[in-house]
């Protein structure tokens, strides 16, 4: 037996079989899960693990490594929330968000830090050897909201979109914030006196941080966008490239003391577009599947790994101060999600109802990523203090919060996701708002979202699809993607149901193909019509069609800023139909 | 900046990166990879990078760590060739695969050490110091022929199925043998005296080490299949299964001293059919996929790996030496297959034509597995010979060898792997002539591979299928499954090209539905005939249409040895009718 030569990876291997297992072993009761979130149980899981391994060995078991939480298990957990991250309600909301995330992160941390200190100073706790600073450090480690546990939590509640991507935003968004803060109390803590250019530095370094993040990420992501341009031949490596170039903007950015949670954010978000267009259809359900598989995985590990830590003698217990820990940070949270919305509704229109501003404040969760940060300190006499008061408030926030939340939701009648995707009808409608709304804005002068959206897509369309893209011909507008992935979905259901019809097309098909697209028709062409119809009728209705198609454009052009009316008219006219001959040839 | 805290994850991801974009520019240009196989190319590059790290260090660069290419970087690479194996060929042709592999291998082993020995003896070439033990331990690790160098070459030639299973097959089982003889020359290195027992147990030993991991194997295999019935609700961590258990056996394998190539074969092969039933489409496409993807990743990064570790100061150059192990290994190894191919040639009626040994013989590459177990000899005072010579033998197969391989099967007009898969009629023949000659031998008392074929089949359908399958229905043949991937596909073709018909179905297609499982006639029936035919004429259709596919499966039933003519007939009958109609309702 030689156990040593394999003991690495066979170890890793095993406590993801347990964590999957353990998944697994949820799911085959279906009434538990609906009940207790999946985070309490992996927890619960790992406590159990927690006291069997301590009570084997006599010994605390091994904690949660922060080197292996931040450079391996949270990495996966991000991405796969970057690269399915809504879009559209995200940069909606970007203001709101980024209110919360930073004036309500340095609020929270300073409102925390500041009331902990004020409660040290009272003899009887005998507290009075925890300064301010460290109040404030440990203020910033404990403010941040937890994108894991709160996505843990938030995925099985079903909220509307909104409400979910206010709260998910936030948490992801305010790790420049702890970032800077964190690093910026503990550097404080070891310098001897504190200088008020060190103050200014840190302010400065906010945006830095936060920016810094999105452009290593935004650069990394176009990398790979561009990559995937080449990859025609080996379809197989394709997937690769999202989680390596997303991965190496992680890591560059954490290297830079940046945000990597932010660089990854911003890697994903920028390079799903074109990475989508350029990769085949099965690396598509490759990278969805496993990036889904992967951040499941680590975030199951996450929480049996917390439970596991949890056990053991690094805890020194102080009842006021956890006890004032966990009561400050829930106050600190609903007082700045009362005032800051405040601020917020009265500039938009679409206000943050007050259930919402209740389940934003509820669902404030924290999880490893406090964890982490609290073992990370530096070695002083009441980090044992803080490494039980933090393991309390995650505790409190996952099972207290996170089991109460789904019946508060049900309770408050608060507004639920719609079930079914939104229609055709729908969407075309919302792309029509948008271009009246650029429109509008764009003549009244008023630089809002609907302009900036505007002008981004013309950049894209302009210069970034040309360079990133493989086949730039006239992009597909996602209403045409729509469809087509609907006929896949229903052509795959008829083979299901063998029922596909095998003969000639209906004649009443006929019509609907030739509405088609022309390579379509050519198709349709080769195969039947030559029989059916002479030639020269054949022509006739295709040279009617095509000219009828395209007048149908014409009368009803898509609202361009960037297009005169009457610009070019005639020229682009010849194009487009020499183009249309072309294809149907 | 801070590298030190990201460097491990940083490094591993722009090696992989690396190996990634070199493979992309092979591919941009089509005429290279054509005329060079990869793996060339990739060591190429490896020897490049290796020689920029020795000019810009002045220092040899890292050589390729064993522990990392046993443990990391070959797992993927045989997983990924077990999983695909095709089964057929490879069962038909296990017994010469078995006799090159264990025979073929020993006489290697033994031929290159003696007269490597009778080289050391001359005392002109002063080697007089490497000992006969020495050489045979080289013989040992330089004998085995490599699967990933084989793979890599093999699959770009495209030679028949039998020859590409011959010595795929060979190189992969070979694994056993090599294992046995390279442990047991080392310790015999180690050991004062060698006494007869050690020689008896090392041929145990044999036995133990290839049994051994088939066993292990089989038992992660069967459990990983059990494991995915239960991942109904969890469809997301599917693929992971495949991946844990399959490495879990390698590593399990690995610690108990056995063969793992041969265990994670065993477990590829052993869950595949199990697993595939169990889990989802997209799941499966994921699996095959990331399967894909990280084989051609590991193997890529052991190609330019084996180039990096090439440069630099661990070679002890001694033309003699090294010129006579690349003879021998040549000479031997075509003797070697002309005497074993003799014997098979006598006891098989389909046999391996003359050309078809050129080829196996030729086709005998060397790879990064010898040459990581040369460095993994314990220090001794010719080991720089060792992997100097080591090197020389696996540049000359893979460069020389594998360079010319294509032109020569052109020239010698080899056979080739046919362009089309076989048709759904030479399915049915083969699926035909299979139980016919199971019939033939059970009566003839003659026990060969389609007696134990069928009492596999009878097995596994008696007791595998019913534990390890989720829903344990009548099991569908491979040609039903063929067919709805067929209709899959058309679908698919059918949804892109926009032909998709979406009215009723035409009038003769109703028939033919009919003739398709009871369950889609329900579905037909719901949906259309209820408007076009009255309900009795329906009923009595119907009911004559299930007589008679009843009747057609009774008169030409499918020959099964386990039961008996005219065996429980009436009842089945009924029980049949019964559930004909239970699923048309």
Redesign the interface.
């Known amino acids: 037996?030689?156990?040593q030569?394999?003991q690495?990876?066979?170890e890793i291997?095993?406590w993801?079989?347990l964590a999957?297992?353990a998944?697994?072993g949820f799911?085959?009761y279906?009434k538990l899960p609906s009940v207790v979130p999946e985070s309490c149980l992996l927890i619960f899981v790992g406590l159990i693990m927690g006291g069997i391994i301590y009570g084997l060995n006599d010994r605390s078991p091994p904690v949660m490594d922060s080197?292996i939480f931040f450079?391996?298990l949270l990495p996966p957990i991000v991405l796969d929330a970057g690269y399915f991250m809504p879009s559209r309600p995200f940069f909606e909301n970007i203001g709101t968000i980024l209110l919360y995330a930073v004036v309500g992160t340095i609020w929270n941390v300073f409102g925390i830090g500041f009331s902990l200190y004020g409660i040290c100073q009272v003899k009887a706790f005998r507290l009075q050897d925890v300064s301010l600073l460290h109040n404030l450090l440990f203020g910033s480690l404990i403010a941040a909201v937890d994108p894991v546990a709160v996505l843990a939590v938030f995925e099985e509640i079903h909220v509307n979109e909104k409400l979910h991507i206010l709260v998910f935003g936030e948490s992801l968004l305010n790790d420049a914030v702890t970032v800077v803060l964190y690093k910026l109390f503990r550097s404080f803590c070891e310098m001897p006196t504190i200088k008020s250019v060190d103050i200014f530095a840190g302010v400065g370094k906010f945006f830095v941080v936060g920016l810094g993040g999105v452009l290593v990420g935004l650069s990394f992501g176009f990398t790979a966008a561009f990559?995937t341009r080449?990859?025609k031949?080996?379809r197989?490596?394709e997937?690769?490239?999202v989680f390596?170039y997303s991965?190496?903007s992680y890591?560059?950015a954490?290297?830079?003391?940046l945000s990597g949670i932010v660089a990854i954010i911003s890697c994903a978000m920028g390079m799903k577009r074109y990475v989508e267009a350029n990769i085949s259809l099965?690396?598509h359900?490759?990278v969805k599947?496993?990036m889904?598989?992967w951040s499941?995985?680590s975030d199951t590990l996450i929480f049996i790994f917390l439970g596991v830590s949890t056990i053991g003698e690094n805890h020194e217990w102080n009842w006021p101060y956890i006890c004032f820990t966990v009561i400050f940070c829930l106050i600190w949270r609903a007082l700045g999600v009362l005032v800051l919305t405040f601020f917020v509704n009265r500039f938009h229109v679409n206000t943050v109802t007050s259930k919402d501003q209740f389940i934003i404040a509820y669902g404030g969760l924290r999880g490893a990523i406090c964890f982490s940060l609290v073992f990370l300190l530096p070695d002083f006499r009441r980090k044992k203090l803080f490494i039980a008061a933090t393991t309390v408030v995650i505790l409190f926030t996952v099972f207290i919060q996170g089991m109460t939340i789904r019946p508060l939701v049900d309770l408050l009648a608060v507004k639920r996701k719609r079930e079914s995707a939104p229609t055709v009808g729908e969407q075309i409608h919302i792309r029509f708002l948008d271009h009246l709304l650029a429109g509008i804005e764009d003549i009244s002068g008023h630089w809002g979202q609907y302009y900036w959206k505007d002008k981004l897509e013309y950049f894209n369309s302009k210069y970034l699809q040309k360079i990133l893209l493989r086949e730039y011909d006239q992009p597909k507008s996602s209403i045409v993607l729509l469809y087509?992935k609907l006929?896949?979905k229903?052509?795959?259901e008829?083979?299901?149901?063998?029922?596909?019809?095998?003969?000639p097309?209906?004649p009443?098909?006929l019509c609907?193909?030739f509405l088609?697209?022309s390579s379509?028709r050519t198709?349709?062409r080769d195969q039947k019509l030559e029989d059916t119809l002479n030639p020269d009728v054949l022509n006739n209705m295709q040279e009617i069609l095509a000219r009828n198609l395209y007048r149908i454009r014409r009368t009803g052009p898509a609202y361009n800023r960037h297009t005169l009316p009457g610009d070019s008219e005639p020229t682009e006219q010849a194009k487009e139909i020499l183009i249309l001959r072309h294809k149907s040839l």
């Not at 008829?494 to 003969?503: D, E, R, S, T, V």
């Open positions: 037996l030689d156990y030569h394999v690495v990876p066979f291997t095993l993801i079989m999957s297992l998944k697994i799911h085959l279906n080197d450079l391996y990559t080449f990859t031949d080996i197989v490596i997937p690769l490239f390596l991965y190496l890591l560059t954490e290297m830079f003391h099965k690396s359900t490759t599947y496993f889904k598989m499941s995985v087509e006929e896949r229903h052509a795959m008829l083979a299901q149901a063998g029922q596909l019809g095998h003969g097309a209906h009443s098909f609907f193909a088609c697209s379509d198709v349709l």
